[in-house]
């Protein structure tokens, strides 16, 4: 049987993961997705998407595929499926990384919080219009602002509760520093809420604010389960499955002649 990596996907770095193990002849690679997206971008490999029912039955699909070593490349706010992958890793006892992009080095001037709940509790302190850039799950927890004006940007059109005064823009990104400056002047952004979902691709809207002296409240992401690590990047990926894979399938985790 040949060597076989499950990637937990969704994520740049997952696709640009699964392009470059697919690429490996002996090597079969499939990315499991939620399903949250109706059109996701194109994955090399195979694709699955759905969930496993939880730890337990992700473990089931471990053995009965023969995965021989899973890699989470989930958002970095994805915190029960890690936690369900750590714990199915251990059950099956295959070998687990998890891909995370390093988080942003913090502004002085952005205001930390633990929670989407704590940074709807601070908005009423910062004006009347936000960028709120969290994702189209959450938008629940400022439901209850009602004296704000809440632009929120999304691949797909988010569901209720949303807050009641609520633009909804439908883009996918990334976007560049000029995009992001173009979108807080012509809504007349008063602050900008986000997660610290790290990466190249999502900072531009950082600068933007930070060019306009716009106050910024920044989610911190939640910790990895005890004792799990983080790579940070697809090669450190690869150079950890060079030494996973069994020497047998040494063609699969390296370069072939």
Same mark, same amino acid.
């Given at each position: 049987?040949?060597?076989?990596?499950?990637?937990?996907?969704?994520?740049?770095?997952?696709?640009?993961?699964? &392009?470059?193990?697919?690429?490996?002849?002996?090597?079969?690679?499939?990315?499991?997705?939620?399903? $949250?997206?109706?059109?996701?971008?194109?994955?090399?490999?195979? %694709? $699955?998407?759905?969930?496993?029912?939880?730890?337990?039955?992700?473990?089931?699909?471990?053995?009965?595929?023969?995965? &021989?070593?899973?890699?989470?490349?989930?958002?970095?706010?994805?915190?029960? /499926?890690?936690?369900?992958?750590?714990?199915?890793? $251990?059950?099956?006892?295959?070998?687990?990384?998890?891909?995370?992009?390093?988080?942003?080095?913090?502004? @002085?001037?952005?205001?930390? *919080?633990?929670?989407?709940? =704590?940074?709807?509790?601070?908005?009423?302190?910062?004006?009347?219009?936000?960028?709120?850039?969290?994702?189209?799950?959450?938008?629940?927890?400022?439901? =209850?602002?009602?004296?704000?004006?809440? %632009?929120?940007?999304?691949?797909?059109?988010?569901?209720?509760?949303?807050?009641?005064?609520?633009? %909804? /823009?439908?883009?996918?990104?990334?976007?560049?520093?000029?995009?992001?400056?173009?979108?807080?002047? &012509?809504?007349?952004?008063?602050?900008?809420?986000?997660? @610290?979902?790290?990466?190249?691709? &999502?900072?531009?809207?950082?600068?933007?604010?930070?060019?306009?002296?716009?106050? *910024?409240?920044?989610?911190?992401?939640?910790?990895?389960?005890?004792? *799990?690590?983080?790579?940070?990047?697809?090669?450190?990926?690869?150079?950890?499955?060079?030494?996973? /894979?069994?020497?047998?399938?040494?063609?699969?985790?390296?370069?072939?002649?």
């Amino acid at each position: 049987m040949p060597a076989h990596v499950l990637i937990l996907g969704g994520t740049t770095e997952a696709r640009r993961l699964a &392009t470059a193990l697919a690429a490996r002849p002996g090597l079969r690679v499939t990315t499991s997705l939620a399903g $949250r997206v109706r059109r996701p971008a194109a994955i090399d490999g195979e %694709v $699955r998407v759905g969930g496993f029912g939880g730890a337990a039955g992700l473990a089931d699909w471990l053995h009965a595929q023969r995965v &021989t070593a899973l890699v989470d490349a989930t958002h970095p706010f994805a915190e029960r /499926i890690t936690a369900n992958a750590a714990e199915a890793a $251990r059950v099956a006892d295959v070998p687990h990384a998890v891909l995370r992009r390093p988080g942003w080095d913090l502004d @002085d001037d952005w205001q930390p *919080v633990a929670s989407l709940e =704590e940074a709807a509790q601070a908005v009423p302190r910062l004006g009347q219009r936000v960028f709120l850039s969290t994702g189209r799950l959450g938008l629940a927890a400022f439901a =209850e602002l009602t004296a704000h004006h809440f %632009v929120v940007r999304s691949v797909e059109a988010p569901e209720p509760p949303l807050p009641p005064h609520c633009e %909804v /823009i439908l883009a996918r990104g990334p976007f560049s520093l000029a995009d992001e400056l173009d979108l807080l002047r &012509t809504h007349r952004i008063d602050a900008l809420v986000t997660k @610290d979902s790290g990466g190249a691709a &999502t900072a531009p809207k950082l600068a933007a604010a930070r060019s306009l002296s716009l106050p *910024v409240v920044v989610v911190r992401r939640p910790e990895l389960p005890s004792g *799990v690590g983080a790579l940070p990047d697809e090669e450190a990926v690869l150079g950890w499955l060079a030494g996973v /894979i069994p020497p047998e399938d040494a063609c699969a985790a390296d370069t072939c002649p």
